[in-house]
């Protein structure tokens, strides 16, 4: 059974940080970029992170560029992977759903990524930010 489990949500004060961990398992995911998505209540699911399978490549949204940072676990691998976001200088705007996603081959690079390219989800984890 294919799992992506997310941890590391929770209430914090703007200014404040946080660190997700995506833990993936059931599968081999060599091949699949994962990647850090966020929806707030009627709102659309939007684009935060990606990191390529081999760690190398990272992609983020405007609204976090400079103040969240993805990296994959050195320790990972085909079958067991870890994926961090550490968020800083938190904001309530990003207050949100946090869901880790995995898609096979997706290019991560410097573009707009689309939900549609992942393939699997995990079932998220609440960050709330208080002003």
Not at 92 to 113: I, K, N
Request: hydrophobic share 35%; charged share 20%.
């Amino acid at each position: 059974q294919v799992q992506l489990v997310e941890s590391g949500g929770g209430l914090v004060q703007a200014g404040g940080s946080l660190r997700l961990s995506c833990a993936t398992s059931g599968r081999s995911f060599a091949g699949y970029a994962t990647g850090w998505w966020r929806q707030a209540p009627g709102k659309e699911r939007e684009f935060v992170a990606a990191v390529s399978w081999s760690g190398e490549d990272t992609n983020y949204g405007d609204s976090v560029k400079g103040r969240f940072t993805i990296w994959k676990d050195s320790a990972s691998t085909e079958n067991f992977q870890t994926v961090f976001l550490q968020m800083n200088t938190l904001k309530p705007e990003d207050t949100a759903v946090y869901y880790c996603a995995a898609g096979l081959g997706l290019r991560v690079g410097a573009r707009p990524h689309e939900t549609y390219e992942y393939d699997y989800w995990g079932q998220g984890t609440q960050v709330t930010v208080s002003s």
